[in-house]
């Protein structure tokens, strides 16, 4: 397949060869989203992007780590003007992490209303066990107008994949949503092709074993495209055009 691939969501730098992997996708021309946990990590990713036509740096607060450094989000405020994308943020309600659920969403209500303020925003959005107060708070904080919502690894119902839809929110999909086919039939059925991307939440996906990398994509392509009736070269390209209508890039 030489068709262009994309990975809207991946954690390059927690991989140990972070700058050889960047290059790479470059090389590749993989289309990559390297979203960061911390606003520390976002200028490393940025300054290291920024050489390169594929690799784009997005700037995050990871709702897993707000309990020990939710003061972050003052230092996340004042990077987002230099950067369009926003990532990974948002909610989890998970047992590790419930504790701090109220910190979570002032965190993220702070994150939503700044990109509301400056507008053309793309966020990467994290929302596991949490998809119905993630969608309430977009709905009240971010009118669609303002920014673009990118529903990462969704593992929601299909009430909420229709809400999220109904919103103007994106889906992230990587190979083990649809491997879960509770997952995949809510794709099928309710996500609109044109609204789905590609990631791989490396290095946090595995594949065979070993850390999911952005050429992995493809390995999901096939597997997308028999749920749209799509072949998995067709897949890849509506993937790459659903990325331009998302980024107008």
Known sequence: MTEKLVDFHCHLDLYPDFEDLV???????????????????????????????????????HPQLVATSASEIDLWEQILPATRYVGE????????????????????RRVLQACAKSGD?????????????????????????????????????????????TLGCWFS?????IENKRT?????????????????????ALVEGTPARPHDVRRSLDAMGILF?????AMAVQIVRNLRGLTQI
């Open 121 to 165: 925003k793309v966020l990467s959005v994290h929302s596991v066990r949490a998809v119905t107060p993630v969608l309430d708070m977009v709905e009240r904080y971010l009118p669609r107008e303002r920014s673009k919502i990118v529903l990462h690894w969704f593992s929601g119902n299909r009430a909420e994949a229709q809400r999220a839809v």
């Open 89 to 108: 943020v948002g909610l989890d309600a998970g047992p590790a992490h419930f504790r701090s659920l109220d910190q979570q969403k002032e965190v993220f």
């Open 184 to 204: 995949a039939k809510i794709i099928s059925a309710d996500v609109p092709v044109d609204r789905i991307l590609t990631e791989t939440d490396g290095p946090f």
């Open 229 to 233: 009736n799509l072949s998995g070269a």
């Open 173 to 177: 999909v990587n190979a083990q949503m």
């Open 23 to 61: 290059r790479d996708c470059e090389r590749k021309s993989i289309y990559t989203l390297a979203v960061t946990t911390t606003p520390r990590a976002w200028s490393r990713n940025h300054e290291l992007a920024s050489r390169t036509q594929h690799v784009r740096a997005a700037l995050g607060i």
